[in-house]
């Protein structure tokens, strides 16, 4: 294997908040009944992490489980290990009506950080961003300006934010531009 | 003239003087100024010319809703134009310049047209303009587009300075409006702990109350205002914006806010405007009322100027727009100027009030004063060029006869107040017409519904009829309650505001003034002041058949202009009704839409512009491409090279070299745009059945096969090699532009019909980094690479298999949309720009040179491989394109099967695909039709094709081209004619659309 290359190789801004790329992360999509034992114990046991319900991700040490739709998961594990994992998961799964698929590449991811972050996402996003609105652990699939992109907040207030990795350029940018200083709306 | 008076100015501060130009003058106003109370203290009380007549205009609105006085502001990458001068807060160096004129503001050829108006009535340009025919041109056209239009549009060569931005935000409440009324519900629905937005559009809070004046619990409106604001601000729930106009109410709650962050410090970091995009469970209008002219003649003199609007530029900027000043109501509150403006010392010479009996309590404190009030009186014309000299009084019983005239500076007028009702109606809410105010309000009954069948709009205080301080506090703590309430909060007592109401006689209308007004004074009498239209022209409207007030509208202009007929609605239906013989209400109003003013393009562009104007998406070899000469292509989001144009060489002949090169050595294509969808499941092999024509359920593993797919309609819509991965696993490629079309039309069939099936598809798209490794040097140089074998029997054509190439895990393909031994190669996207590199460093020997989209096309057409969008345009079905093949009679059904049997599908004129040879060897015009006999029912010539592909052919050195035909297969070696735009007929011979290698030898090696 030749050394792995993210879209933008960690390119970082700083304005009203902090935005970085984050570089390669292990992702697997997994689409399947969510309510069947067989993919809950795949899941669990590939990441550490419980069974996601509507609108949250589940984390865990190194890996975690973000709710896509009622009928797929966004399986996060470590960038090396994804192959590894991805072979646990079918073999979980065998007998199982259900596609996992290694997305990993397939997508760029940011983080977003800072006292301005908040309102750097409700700039691009249509979504409630506000404290009670939003809050730790809530994973939420929306359009960021002229793309789809999802993100959660952790328990530090830092945003993860995912895309495909052919817009990476275009959402750094955007989060940049949403990031200027002096740019504030002063409202959360 | 208009002066700054010595006291008074409660929003400006004297210690801070502003410079600013308006057409080149120096002028001065104080910090706090409007542009337009800066200008009045200027003495510049005309500020423009009108549309159509050119006539002086000069400021009549103090507010949102002047018609007049638009400037352009600013210069060069800050221009802007139309600009209200009664919005434009005042900043040091501000420069501004009228519009609509021409030489200049004092002296203005156009204003001709004003003596002419006879010869320009309503409906001027549908009559006229009819014929003769050639005028339009030649005569009228260039006549319009010199003296039409207001400001001047911005120099196409600049940009925009300034950058924009979008907000998105939730509350429970918008409060749209920041007068006494929008705080006192917002107030009332903020106790209850409900989420409150409050948006005021100028940058100061409380309205018109501190300069109506009144009391509100037992204090001075101003007191009361910055004792409130205070306790909102103090709560965590509550949202202040100034400078921040709701715009637009639409659907579900949904709110537009204006937001103008640096307007007054153009320059300033940051953001310019912010759209606010809003979420509201429950919206409260508080958008006050707007004052009406009264029509009589010469009412557009500069100088004559609505009552409540003069009475702001004393007590909030100081400044009076006269010295000698006539106030002519049909209403109470006028007198509450002329009060104004007597206790700042200016002389009100008379105060005539349409009413026999006159007015109440403010009438009497008016007479006290000394101030002279005629009752029953009109004016029956103002008159004075550039600025009012003279007002003629009448009896308003009458033609205007019996004139007595009367030396003054300035007009106040007073019709009456009309609730600004615009927002209620965006989203559908209903008026109803109140006969005693004579103004149309909000229909609490009939409000804009929300998804849930119930009202999610309540106008507030004035802006709902409310006409009176006590009547308004009233309303506007009901509003807010019941905002919160709907909301889902329980409404909180105690939070209600009691103001005096004041003892005022009732309004009584006055559509005309005098009331019986002859025709020249109703020529001069304006109604539409921006799109010139006067009470003649809506009365001729009448009388040449236009009943509804849509029509008159669009016939007259009436409320058309950038204002949206903000002062002329009221008066112009008013009039209509009158002509017409019937009621106001049964004549109706027209539409009001948003924006409730116009907003900039910037703030609805946002963020996106420059280089985020559109996503642009890129593969992983991306860099590469643009470093080396990519003359870029895009291909829906993406950008695709198109040639790697070498210095010294064009494009063209790049794309020559390319395929030459591919031909016979080796080429490499960034193929990682192309779409792969990953199909799995117990059912996957019939879903595959049900997509694709022909057969895909008994693909064995490790193969791949060429399918087509079309729509339910029978036409096709996509095509791509379709690899068996295993027993339940397909994964399909598309087309660049079709991935995500194609994986949306999969998943729509999966969810909506064949819901029960075990399928599950999944776009990779991205996950890979593809390659096709092209030429005859092709299996040397992933040899040279080593890891798997390539070789013909390990890898044969139209098979795949997984291995490594180098040390690149990778899955490849032996496909050829180039008629050579080719590779496809994916490997993870990650490593897609190292694989590149290896491929181009191994190449070497090999004579290996990247190749674009164009050559891509060449390659294709020589071997007469179709290409979905150049072959195919929505209209087209397989069997037209020759390949009837590709679709399966064995199947019971697929997706297009029932369709292409219907008999225009099934028709044998369908038009063919044929391939085309220009005869002299030059290239066919893309798109040209081949002309056949005779003419067709429109006197042009019957086409018998179309050319779809067409190129210079390098390998066969000759242009080359297909085409859809009718009858065209059986026309082969037929010579027909296409005619070019550029007067020559091209002429090319029917033949195999199969150029190159027509065994299929070379890929097969």
């Known amino acids: ?188 | 003239m208009s002066t700054r008076l010595a006291n008074q100015g409660r929003l400006i501060d004297r210690s801070k003087p502003i410079e600013f130009t308006f057409n080149g003058n120096r002028m001065t106003g104080y910090e706090g100024d409007t542009l337009a109370s800066a200008l009045l203290a200027n003495d510049q009380m005309m500020v423009g010319r009108s549309f159509k007549y050119h006539r002086p205009r000069g400021l009549v609105a103090s507010g949102a809703e002047e018609p007049n006085a638009l400037v352009g502001l600013g210069n060069g990458n800050r221009f802007e134009p139309n600009q209200r001068v009664t919005t434009t807060e005042l900043f040091a160096g501000l420069s501004a310049q009228s519009q609509n004129h021409w030489p200049s503001l004092e002296f203005d050829v156009g204003a001709i047209n004003t003596h002419l108006s006879r010869f320009l009535p309503a409906g001027f340009y549908y009559k006229m303009f009819m014929y003769p025919k050639a005028f339009w041109k030649h005569v009228y056209e260039p006549i319009i587009r010199h003296s039409a239009g207001l400001g001047k549009a911005p120099d196409k060569e600049l940009k925009d300075a300034d950058q924009y931005e979008h907000f998105y935000f939730f509350a429970d409440v918008v409060i749209v409006g920041g007068g006494v009324a929008g705080l006192q519900a917002a107030k009332a629905a903020a106790a209850t702990g409900a989420k409150v937005l409050v948006l005021e559009q100028t940058n100061t809070w409380g309205g018109r109350a501190p300069v109506d004046g009144g009391s509100i619990d037992d204090t001075d409106p101003q007191a009361w205002i910055e004792k409130t604001l205070a306790e909102l601000a103090a709560m965590d729930n509550v949202t202040l914006r100034t400078r921040c106009m709701g715009s637009g109410v639409y659907d579900h709650g949904y709110v537009l806010g204006y937001e103008r962050l640096t307007d007054h410090t153009p320059g300033e970091a940051g953001p310019r405007h912010r759209l606010w995009r809003i979420r509201a469970k429950q919206i409260v209008t508080a958008t006050g009322a707007i004052e009406r002219p009264l029509s009589f003649a010469g009412n557009d003199v500069p100088g004559v100027m609505l009552a409540g609007a003069m009475r702001d530029y004393v007590v909030n900027w100081g400044v009076t727009p006269g010295k000698r000043v006539v106030v002519v109501t049909n209403n109470d509150d006028a007198y509450r100027t002329a009060i104004t403006l007597h206790k700042a010392g200016v002389e009100v010479t008379r105060i005539l009030d349409a009413r026999p009996a006159g007015g109440g309590a403010l009438m009497e404190e008016a007479r006290q004063l000394g101030i002279r009030v005629e009752p029953g009186r009109a004016i029956a014309k103002v008159t004075g060029g550039k600025r009012v000299a003279k007002v003629a009084i009448c009896a308003q019983d009458g033609e205007g006869g019996a004139q007595e005239e009367i030396a003054a500076d300035a007009v106040a007028m007073s019709g009456g107040w009309s609730p600004v009702v615009h927002l209620w109606s965006h989203c559908g809410g209903k008026l109803i017409w109140d006969e005693a105010q004579a103004h149309f309000r909000p229909d609490a009954s009939r409000p804009p519904l929300g998804a849930d069948g119930s009202g999610f709009v309540i106008a507030a205080g004035s802006a709902n009829g409310a006409m009176d301080l006590g009547g308004v506090m009233a309303d506007a703590s009901a509003a807010g309650s019941a905002a919160a309430e709907a909301a889902g909060f329980a409404a909180k007592t105690g939070t209600a505001a009691v103001a005096s109401d004041s003892d005022e006689v009732p309004m009584q209308p006055i559509w005309l003034m005098p009331a019986k007004a002859d025709i020249k004074l109703r020529m001069k009498t304006w109604l539409d002041y921006q799109n010139d239209v006067k009470v003649s022209d809506v009365q001729l409207a009448a009388r040449e058949g236009y009943e509804s007030v849509e029509h008159t509208k669009r016939y007259t202009t009436l409320g058309m202009a950038t204002d949206q007929g903000k002062l002329s609605n009221i008066n112009g239906l008013a009039v209509l009704a009158d002509t017409l013989g019937s009621e106001i209400p049964q004549v109706g109003t027209t539409t009001f839409r948003p924006p409730y003013t116009p907003i900039s393009m910037g703030a609805i562009g946002g963020e996106a512009r420059g280089e985020i104007f559109q996503p642009v998406r890129k593969t992983p070899m991306h860099g590469w491409h643009d470093a080396n000469g990519a003359d870029w292509e895009p291909v829906g989001h993406w950008r695709r090279a198109y040639a790697f144009v070498r210095s010294n060489e064009s494009v063209e002949e790049a794309v020559a070299r390319e395929v030459t090169n591919t031909r016979k050595n080796l080429g490499l294509l960034d193929a990682s745009t192309l779409g792969k969808l990953i199909v799995k499941g117990a059912d996957a092999g019939r879903f595959m059945d049900m997509m694709y024509t022909n057969m895909m359920s008994n693909l064995k593993v490790g193969k791949c096969r060429y399918g087509l797919m079309c729509s339910e309609n029978g036409f096709l819509i996509d095509d791509g090699v379709v690899a068996r991965i295993d027993e339940d696993t397909w994964l399909c490629h598309t087309t660049t532009g079709g991935a995500e079309r194609i994986h949306g039309h999969m998943e729509e069939w999966l969810q909506t019909e064949w819901w029960d099936w075990k399928v599950y598809v999944a776009n990779v798209t991205e996950q890979l980094a593809q390659v096709a490794v092209v030429g005859p040097n092709a299996r040397k140089v992933l040899e040279k690479l080593g890891g798997m074998d390539v070789s013909k029997e390990a890898l044969p054509f139209m098979e795949w298999r997984d291995g490594k190439i180098g040390e690149f895990d990778c899955r490849a393909y032996r496909i050829s949309f180039s008629g050579e031994l080719s590779y496809e190669i994916a490997v993870p996207a990650s490593q897609g720009m190292a694989f590149w590199t290896a491929l181009l460093e191994a190449g070497q020997e090999f004579g290996v040179m990247p190749y674009g989209t164009e050559c891509l096309h060449i390659l294709r057409a020589e071997k007469g491989f179709i290409m979905i969008g150049d072959e195919t345009d929505g209209t087209v079905i397989p069997q037209d394109l020759g390949l009837s093949w590709a679709i399966s009679k064995k199947k019971e059904d697929f997706l297009g099967k029932r369709a292409q049997l219907r008999s225009h599908m099934a028709d044998p004129d369908r038009w063919q695909l044929v391939g085309l040879e220009t005869v002299d060897g030059s290239v066919l015009p893309d798109g040209a039709y081949a002309t056949g006999n005779g003419l067709n029912a429109n006197g042009q010539r019957n086409v018998i094709g179309r050319v779809t592909s067409t190129y210079h052919s390098p390998t066969m050195n000759k242009g080359i081209a297909m085409g859809l035909v009718h009858n065209g297969r059986k026309r082969t070696d037929e010579v027909i004619e296409f005619p070019g735009t550029d007067g020559t007929i091209y002429k090319a011979k029917i033949v195999d659309q199969v150029f190159y290698d027509k065994e299929g030898e070379k890929q097969n090696v």
């Open chain 1, 1 to 188: 294997m030749s050394d792995p290359v993210s879209a933008l190789n960690g390119a970082a801004f700083s304005g009203m908040a902090s935005v970085t790329e984050g570089g390669l992360a292990g992702m697997i999509t997994l689409r399947g009944d969510l309510s069947s034992a067989k993919l809950k114990d795949a899941v669990k046991s590939a990441t550490g992490a419980a069974m996601p319900v509507s609108g949250k991700v589940e984390l865990s040490e190194d890996g975690g489980l973000c709710w896509m739709s009622p009928d797929e998961l966004l399986v996060l594990v470590r960038y090396e290990e994804v192959e590894a994992k991805l072979a646990e998961i079918n073999a979980g799964l065998k007998g199982e009506h259900a596609l996992a698929a290694n997305v990993s590449d397939a997508r760029a991811v940011f983080r977003v950080s800072g006292e301005g972050a908040r309102e750097v996402l409700a700039k691009l996003c249509p979504v409630d961003m506000s404290v009670d609105a939003f809050v730790p652990g809530q994973f939420r699939r929306t359009r960021m300006a002229q793309v789809a992109a999802a993100f959660w907040l952790d328990h530090d207030e830092t945003f993860h934010i995912v895309c495909f990795r052919s817009v990476a350029d275009y959402v750094f940018t955007l989060l940049s531009t949403a990031a200027q200083p002096q740019s504030e709306v002063g409202v959360y």
